[in-house]
């Protein structure tokens, strides 16, 4: 068992990461009632070096992320040597999380090494269930929320967030040389891999897109249902994700669904109206 020191400096570690990324986390920011914050900080911490060991890490980013998802099983059947899971350990014993959203996490970031393209939307749907799904899976948990009923909402919550995100993205994902617009898909619409790759637009390319829009939206409506489900910060928060992912396609819209060009942005002053319509309902 982490000793209470070990764990009080995980939890001076994961709030600090949590608001370094302020933006990235209005959510424990803005509406979490104060009793589950240090909680909510050490998912986010969590989430937040899987990503960076994906994302960032110098080296083999495969063997790394084997080693973390050995390190991070021990906050269920083992002792933590590391500040931020032995905080986390905590958490997911008193909130009683369950393990394979993290694991599945994990997964996504091993998806991202061995892959640029995918083949066909249920492969795409597939990646978004080990990449986004299991973040909704989590903040359910810590509300003691995460059932059978509840947890499809939020899964459909979550793809759309992350295709919203994908398609804002289009752009700057290519100029990565990734594609996570569906293979299928472009080849349904007579879209040019080599187009994207060199952000050339297209008219071809616009309708795929406000398909791919349409797509999104479906999910979010398809998910909204989940916040006459929940209440209290949960529904709030849920209203504010569901805002957010809309405004985020609203802008791609607005801008002719055109992300080659320029990344289309969402307004503080947006975020700040959604946040508050989530306030007050």
Same mark, same amino acid.
């Given at each position: 068992?982490?000793?209470?020191?070990?764990?009080?400096?995980?939890?001076?570690r994961c709030e600090r990461l949590a608001r370094a990324h302020y933006e990235n986390f209005t959510v424990g920011s803005w509406f979490l009632p104060? =009793?589950? $914050?240090?909680?909510?900080? /050490?998912?986010? !911490?969590?989430? @937040?070096?899987?990503?960076?060991?994906?994302?960032?890490?110098?080296?083999?980013r495969l063997a790394l992320l084997d080693g973390w998802e050995r390190q991070v099983a021990a906050c269920w059947s083992g002792d933590p040597a590391i500040p931020e899971l032995a905080a986390l350990q905590r958490t997911v014993r008193e909130r009683r999380l369950r393990e394979e959203?993290?694991?599945?996490?994990?997964?996504?970031?091993?998806? =991202?090494? $061995?892959?640029?393209?995918? /083949?066909?939307? !249920?492969?795409? @749907?597939?990646?978004?269930?080990?990449?986004?799904?299991?973040v909704g899976r989590m903040v359910l948990g810590l509300f003691g929320e995460d059932d059978d009923r509840r947890g499809?909402?939020?899964?459909?919550?979550?793809?759309?967030?992350?295709?919203?995100?994908?398609?804002?993205?289009?752009?700057?994902?290519?100029?990565?040389?990734?594609?996570?617009?569906?293979?299928e898909d472009l080849g349904r619409f007579g879209v040019k891999e080599e187009d994207i790759l060199q952000k050339r637009s297209t008219p071809e390319f616009?309708?795929?897109?406000k398909f791919e829009v349409g797509r999104a939206r479906g999910l979010f409506d398809e998910?909204?249902?989940?916040?006459?489900?929940?209440?209290?910060?949960?529904k709030r928060d849920v209203k504010l994700f569901l805002g957010g992912g809309r405004a985020i396609l609203d802008a791609v819209e607005r801008q002719g669904w055109d992300t080659l060009a320029r990344r289309p942005k969402v307004s503080k002053k947006t975020k700040m109206?959604?946040?508050?319509?989530?306030?007050?309902g």
């Amino acid at each position: 068992m982490p000793t209470p020191e070990l764990i009080a400096e995980g939890d001076a570690r994961c709030e600090r990461l949590a608001r370094a990324h302020y933006e990235n986390f209005t959510v424990g920011s803005w509406f979490l009632p104060k =009793d589950m $914050r240090r909680d909510f900080f /050490a998912v986010y !911490a969590f989430c @937040r070096m899987t990503d960076d060991l994906g994302d960032e890490a110098a080296g083999d980013r495969l063997a790394l992320l084997d080693g973390w998802e050995r390190q991070v099983a021990a906050c269920w059947s083992g002792d933590p040597a590391i500040p931020e899971l032995a905080a986390l350990q905590r958490t997911v014993r008193e909130r009683r999380l369950r393990e394979e959203p993290f694991h599945k996490l994990i997964e996504a970031n091993r998806m =991202d090494q $061995r892959q640029s393209r995918w /083949a066909t939307w !249920a492969d795409l @749907r597939r990646y978004c269930a080990h990449s986004a799904d299991p973040v909704g899976r989590m903040v359910l948990g810590l509300f003691g929320e995460d059932d059978d009923r509840r947890g499809p909402l939020s899964d459909a919550i979550c793809t759309g967030l992350q295709l919203a995100n994908h398609w804002q993205d289009v752009g700057k994902d290519a100029g990565k040389g990734r594609i996570y617009l569906p293979q299928e898909d472009l080849g349904r619409f007579g879209v040019k891999e080599e187009d994207i790759l060199q952000k050339r637009s297209t008219p071809e390319f616009i309708k795929l897109m406000k398909f791919e829009v349409g797509r999104a939206r479906g999910l979010f409506d398809e998910g909204a249902l989940l916040v006459g489900l929940v209440g209290g910060a949960l529904k709030r928060d849920v209203k504010l994700f569901l805002g957010g992912g809309r405004a985020i396609l609203d802008a791609v819209e607005r801008q002719g669904w055109d992300t080659l060009a320029r990344r289309p942005k969402v307004s503080k002053k947006t975020k700040m109206w959604l946040a508050m319509k989530a306030l007050v309902g």
